[in-house]
Protein backbone atom coordinates (compact mmCIF):
# COMPACT_ATOMS: atom_id res chain seq x y z
CA UNK A 1 0.00 0.00 0.00
CA UNK A 2 1.26 3.41 -1.07
CA UNK A 3 1.13 5.96 1.52
CA UNK A 4 2.67 9.52 0.26
CA UNK A 5 2.43 9.05 -3.31
CA UNK A 6 6.01 10.23 -4.73
CA UNK A 7 9.74 10.31 -3.43
CA UNK A 8 9.23 14.21 -3.21
CA UNK A 9 6.57 13.60 -0.44
CA UNK A 10 8.70 10.99 0.86
CA UNK A 11 11.58 13.26 1.61
CA UNK A 12 8.92 15.54 3.46
CA UNK A 13 7.19 13.08 5.59
CA UNK A 14 10.22 11.24 6.62
CA UNK A 15 10.88 14.20 8.69
CA UNK A 16 8.07 13.66 10.63
CA UNK A 17 9.09 10.59 12.21
CA UNK A 18 11.84 7.81 13.61
CA UNK A 19 11.33 4.26 14.10
CA UNK A 20 9.73 2.76 16.79
CA UNK A 21 6.76 3.18 18.83
CA UNK A 22 5.49 6.77 19.51
CA UNK A 23 4.29 6.88 23.38
CA UNK A 24 2.66 9.46 24.56
CA UNK A 25 4.26 12.86 25.55
CA UNK A 26 4.77 12.98 29.54
CA UNK A 27 2.91 16.42 29.13
CA UNK A 28 1.03 16.70 25.59
CA UNK A 29 -0.98 19.66 26.83
CA UNK A 30 2.39 22.70 27.16
CA UNK A 31 -0.26 25.10 25.77
CA UNK A 32 -3.97 24.91 26.35
CA UNK A 33 -5.52 22.26 23.71
CA UNK A 34 -8.76 23.61 22.54
CA UNK A 35 -10.77 20.82 21.32
CA UNK A 36 -12.60 20.62 18.17
CA UNK A 37 -16.63 20.69 18.78
CA UNK A 38 -16.44 17.79 15.65
CA UNK A 39 -14.54 15.26 15.34
CA UNK A 40 -14.19 12.71 12.73
CA UNK A 41 -12.75 9.58 12.63
CA UNK A 42 -11.54 7.12 10.43
CA UNK A 43 -9.15 4.61 8.52
CA UNK A 44 -7.05 5.20 5.09
CA UNK A 45 -10.19 6.20 3.19
CA UNK A 46 -9.33 9.66 4.97
CA UNK A 47 -6.05 10.33 3.72
CA UNK A 48 -6.62 8.46 0.21
CA UNK A 49 -9.22 10.58 -0.67
CA UNK A 50 -12.19 11.32 1.57
CA UNK A 51 -10.76 13.53 3.93
CA UNK A 52 -11.43 17.02 1.83
CA UNK A 53 -15.55 15.90 1.46
CA UNK A 54 -15.26 15.01 5.13
CA UNK A 55 -13.69 18.67 6.14
CA UNK A 56 -16.07 20.36 3.70
CA UNK A 57 -18.71 18.76 4.71
CA UNK A 58 -18.71 19.07 8.45
CA UNK A 59 -17.50 22.33 8.08
CA UNK A 60 -20.49 23.10 6.72
CA UNK A 61 -23.12 21.29 8.43
CA UNK A 62 -25.87 23.17 9.17
CA UNK A 63 -26.12 24.37 6.33
CA UNK A 64 -25.28 21.38 4.38
CA UNK A 65 -28.31 19.96 6.85
CA UNK A 66 -30.51 22.58 7.08
CA UNK A 67 -30.64 22.56 11.14
CA UNK A 68 -32.02 24.49 13.28
CA UNK A 69 -30.94 26.74 16.14
CA UNK A 70 -31.90 24.16 18.20
CA UNK A 71 -29.62 21.56 16.98
CA UNK A 72 -26.67 23.72 15.24
CA UNK A 73 -26.72 26.08 18.99
CA UNK A 74 -25.12 22.38 20.45
CA UNK A 75 -22.24 22.21 18.20
CA UNK A 76 -21.06 25.12 18.92
CA UNK A 77 -18.45 26.88 16.74
CA UNK A 78 -18.28 23.99 14.75
CA UNK A 79 -14.79 23.60 14.73
CA UNK A 80 -13.61 20.36 12.57
CA UNK A 81 -10.81 18.11 13.05
CA UNK A 82 -10.66 14.71 10.46
CA UNK A 83 -8.27 12.00 11.18
CA UNK A 84 -7.30 9.10 9.16
CA UNK A 85 -5.52 6.35 10.56
CA UNK A 86 -3.93 3.68 7.81
CA UNK A 87 -5.29 0.25 8.94
CA UNK A 88 -6.71 1.20 11.74
CA UNK A 89 -10.31 -0.50 13.11
CA UNK A 90 -12.61 -0.10 16.11
CA UNK A 91 -10.65 -2.76 17.86
CA UNK A 92 -7.73 -0.39 17.09
CA UNK A 93 -8.94 1.77 19.12
CA UNK A 94 -10.01 -0.02 22.12
CA UNK A 95 -7.20 -2.04 22.96
CA UNK A 96 -4.70 -1.17 25.83
CA UNK A 97 -1.97 -3.67 25.10
CA UNK A 98 1.05 -2.20 22.43
CA UNK A 99 0.58 -4.98 20.25
CA UNK A 100 -3.15 -4.18 19.95
CA UNK A 101 -2.60 -0.52 19.41
CA UNK A 102 0.29 -0.65 16.76
CA UNK A 103 -1.30 0.70 13.70
CA UNK A 104 -2.38 3.49 15.71
CA UNK A 105 1.39 3.82 17.78
CA UNK A 106 4.07 2.13 16.34
CA UNK A 107 5.72 4.59 13.17
CA UNK A 108 5.67 3.21 9.90
CA UNK A 109 8.29 1.35 9.02
CA UNK A 110 8.66 2.30 5.49
CA UNK A 111 6.86 5.92 5.46
CA UNK A 112 6.92 6.87 9.13
CA UNK A 113 3.71 8.37 9.10
CA UNK A 114 0.50 6.84 9.75
CA UNK A 115 -2.20 9.46 9.36
CA UNK A 116 -3.75 12.01 7.36
CA UNK A 117 -4.89 14.91 9.11
CA UNK A 118 -7.22 18.03 8.29
CA UNK A 119 -9.11 20.85 9.96
CA UNK A 120 -8.04 22.27 13.33
CA UNK A 121 -4.87 19.34 14.30
CA UNK A 122 -3.48 20.56 10.75
CA UNK A 123 -2.15 23.72 10.05
CA UNK A 124 0.14 22.67 7.50
CA UNK A 125 0.39 21.87 3.72
CA UNK A 126 1.29 18.76 4.90
CA UNK A 127 -1.72 16.48 5.29
CA UNK A 128 0.07 13.62 6.89
CA UNK A 129 1.22 12.94 10.92
CA UNK A 130 2.44 10.03 12.67
CA UNK A 131 -0.01 9.26 15.76
CA UNK A 132 1.54 10.03 19.29
CA UNK A 133 4.23 12.85 18.03
CA UNK A 134 2.67 16.69 18.24
CA UNK A 135 0.63 17.90 20.79
CA UNK A 136 -3.01 17.01 18.59
CA UNK A 137 -2.07 13.12 18.51
CA UNK A 138 -1.02 12.44 22.29
CA UNK A 139 -3.21 8.92 21.65
CA UNK A 140 -0.59 6.64 23.27
CA UNK A 141 -0.16 6.64 26.61
CA UNK A 142 0.74 3.42 27.94
CA UNK A 143 -1.80 0.72 29.65
CA UNK A 144 -4.27 2.94 28.08
CA UNK A 145 -6.82 2.63 24.91
CA UNK A 146 -6.36 5.59 22.24
CA UNK A 147 -9.60 6.45 23.14
CA UNK A 148 -8.99 6.66 26.72
CA UNK A 149 -5.99 8.51 26.53
CA UNK A 150 -8.05 10.60 24.10
CA UNK A 151 -10.70 11.32 25.98
CA UNK A 152 -9.17 12.15 28.84
CA UNK A 153 -10.07 15.57 30.92
CA UNK A 154 -8.47 18.61 29.58
CA UNK A 155 -8.00 17.15 25.66
CA UNK A 156 -10.42 15.83 22.81
CA UNK A 157 -13.83 16.88 24.20
CA UNK A 158 -15.95 16.85 20.63
CA UNK A 159 -20.01 18.09 20.68
CA UNK A 160 -20.28 15.65 18.31
CA UNK A 161 -18.13 12.14 17.61
CA UNK A 162 -17.89 10.75 14.16
CA UNK A 163 -16.58 7.18 13.30
CA UNK A 164 -16.09 5.78 10.04
CA UNK A 165 -14.67 2.43 9.57
CA UNK A 166 -14.89 -0.81 7.26
CA UNK A 167 -11.90 -1.88 5.74
CA UNK A 168 -9.19 -3.73 8.25
CA UNK A 169 -11.59 -5.38 10.18
CA UNK A 170 -14.17 -6.48 7.42
CA UNK A 171 -13.12 -9.71 7.05
CA UNK A 172 -13.72 -10.50 11.44
CA UNK A 173 -16.97 -8.80 10.84
CA UNK A 174 -17.95 -11.01 8.03
CA UNK A 175 -17.57 -13.69 9.91
CA UNK A 176 -18.53 -13.49 13.26
CA UNK A 177 -21.31 -11.10 14.56
CA UNK A 178 -19.90 -11.64 17.57
CA UNK A 179 -17.29 -9.81 16.73
CA UNK A 180 -18.59 -7.46 15.47
CA UNK A 181 -20.83 -6.96 19.21
CA UNK A 182 -17.48 -6.82 21.19
CA UNK A 183 -15.76 -4.57 19.09
CA UNK A 184 -18.90 -1.93 19.11
CA UNK A 185 -19.40 -3.14 23.12
CA UNK A 186 -15.77 -2.13 23.71
CA UNK A 187 -16.12 1.39 21.80
CA UNK A 188 -18.88 2.24 23.84
CA UNK A 189 -17.02 1.12 26.87
CA UNK A 190 -14.58 3.53 26.24
CA UNK A 191 -16.36 6.27 24.70
CA UNK A 192 -17.55 9.27 27.43
CA UNK A 193 -21.49 8.49 27.62
CA UNK A 194 -21.96 12.60 27.14
CA UNK A 195 -20.36 12.65 23.76
CA UNK A 196 -23.09 12.28 20.51
CA UNK A 197 -21.93 9.67 18.17
CA UNK A 198 -22.50 8.05 14.80
CA UNK A 199 -20.99 5.44 13.28
CA UNK A 200 -20.90 5.50 9.51
CA UNK A 201 -19.28 2.48 7.19
CA UNK A 202 -16.59 3.88 4.32
CA UNK A 203 -17.20 4.05 0.97
CA UNK A 204 -17.30 0.92 -1.70
CA UNK A 205 -14.33 -0.37 -3.18
CA UNK A 206 -13.96 -1.90 -6.95
CA UNK A 207 -13.97 -5.13 -6.92
CA UNK A 208 -17.17 -6.77 -6.42
CA UNK A 209 -15.49 -9.51 -3.90
CA UNK A 210 -14.67 -6.88 -1.75
CA UNK A 211 -17.80 -5.48 -1.73
CA UNK A 212 -19.84 -8.63 -1.13
CA UNK A 213 -17.51 -9.54 2.12
CA UNK A 214 -18.00 -5.56 3.44
CA UNK A 215 -21.72 -6.15 3.07
CA UNK A 216 -21.83 -8.78 5.40
CA UNK A 217 -19.49 -7.16 7.87
CA UNK A 218 -21.88 -3.74 7.55
CA UNK A 219 -25.08 -6.23 8.01
CA UNK A 220 -23.31 -7.46 11.65
CA UNK A 221 -21.59 -4.17 12.85
CA UNK A 222 -25.43 -2.30 12.02
CA UNK A 223 -27.03 -4.84 13.85
CA UNK A 224 -24.45 -5.31 16.69
CA UNK A 225 -24.89 -1.24 17.30
CA UNK A 226 -28.32 -1.92 17.40
CA UNK A 227 -28.23 -5.07 19.82
CA UNK A 228 -26.68 -2.96 22.27
CA UNK A 229 -28.75 0.17 22.44
CA UNK A 230 -27.75 2.10 19.65
CA UNK A 231 -25.06 4.44 21.55
CA UNK A 232 -24.06 5.37 18.08
CA UNK A 233 -26.61 6.26 15.19
CA UNK A 234 -25.62 3.94 12.02
CA UNK A 235 -25.62 5.13 8.58
CA UNK A 236 -24.98 2.40 5.88
CA UNK A 237 -21.92 3.25 3.51
CA UNK A 238 -22.90 0.57 1.54
CA UNK A 239 -26.01 1.08 -0.27
CA UNK A 240 -27.39 -0.32 -3.97
CA UNK A 241 -26.63 3.50 -4.94
CA UNK A 242 -22.71 3.88 -3.35
CA UNK A 243 -22.04 0.32 -4.79
CA UNK A 244 -23.59 1.69 -8.42
CA UNK A 245 -21.18 4.46 -7.79
CA UNK A 246 -17.93 2.78 -7.19
CA UNK A 247 -17.85 -1.33 -7.96
CA UNK A 248 -16.45 -1.53 -11.45
CA UNK A 249 -16.26 2.20 -11.75
CA UNK A 250 -12.50 2.99 -12.66
CA UNK A 251 -12.29 6.62 -12.56
CA UNK A 252 -12.84 6.98 -8.79
CA UNK A 253 -9.79 5.13 -8.11
CA UNK A 254 -6.16 5.80 -8.60
CA UNK A 255 -4.89 4.25 -12.28
CA UNK A 256 -1.87 3.43 -13.56
CA UNK A 257 -0.97 5.24 -16.78
CA UNK A 258 -2.46 1.91 -19.08
CA UNK A 259 -6.06 2.75 -16.64
CA UNK A 260 -5.76 -0.11 -15.14
CA UNK A 261 -7.17 0.71 -11.13
CA UNK A 262 -3.92 0.66 -9.11
CA UNK A 263 -5.70 1.05 -5.89
CA UNK A 264 -8.95 -0.40 -5.58
CA UNK A 265 -9.85 -0.43 -1.95
CA UNK A 266 -9.60 3.57 -1.44
CA UNK A 267 -12.12 5.85 -4.17
CA UNK A 268 -10.24 9.08 -4.70
CA UNK A 269 -11.38 12.39 -4.31
CA UNK A 270 -13.97 12.51 -7.06
CA UNK A 271 -15.89 9.12 -5.47
CA UNK A 272 -15.67 10.70 -1.88
CA UNK A 273 -17.60 13.70 -3.55
CA UNK A 274 -20.09 11.21 -5.11
CA UNK A 275 -20.35 9.67 -2.08
CA UNK A 276 -21.49 12.06 0.06
CA UNK A 277 -23.68 13.80 -2.44
CA UNK A 278 -25.78 9.83 -1.88
CA UNK A 279 -25.27 9.51 1.56
CA UNK A 280 -25.84 13.46 2.67
CA UNK A 281 -29.76 13.20 4.15
CA UNK A 282 -28.46 9.83 5.85
CA UNK A 283 -25.84 11.46 7.53
CA UNK A 284 -28.04 14.30 8.57
CA UNK A 285 -30.73 12.29 9.80
CA UNK A 286 -28.12 10.59 11.89
CA UNK A 287 -26.24 13.70 13.29
CA UNK A 288 -30.01 14.94 14.37
CA UNK A 289 -30.73 12.05 16.42
CA UNK A 290 -28.27 12.13 18.27
CA UNK A 291 -28.30 16.30 18.67
CA UNK A 292 -31.77 16.04 19.97
Known amino acids: MNFPTSLAALAVFSAFGVFGTAQADTNPHKTAFNSPDILILGDSQIPFGAGPSFLNFFENLVENCGFKPKVSDKLGDQTVAVIGVRSSSLGTWTRRSKSGKRAIC ?16 NRSDNIYAQIGQGQDYQFCAPNKSAFETMFQPDYYDPKLLFLTFLGNSSGTWARSKDAAISDVKATIEHLPAHIPCVFMTTAPTYYKKTVKQRLKAQENLKTAFAETGNRC ?7 PETIKANQGVRRHFRQRKSGKVKDPFHPNKRAAHMFFRLRHAAICKAVATQLK
Open 106 to 121: TVDPKWRVNAGTYGTV
Open 233 to 239: SFVDGYT
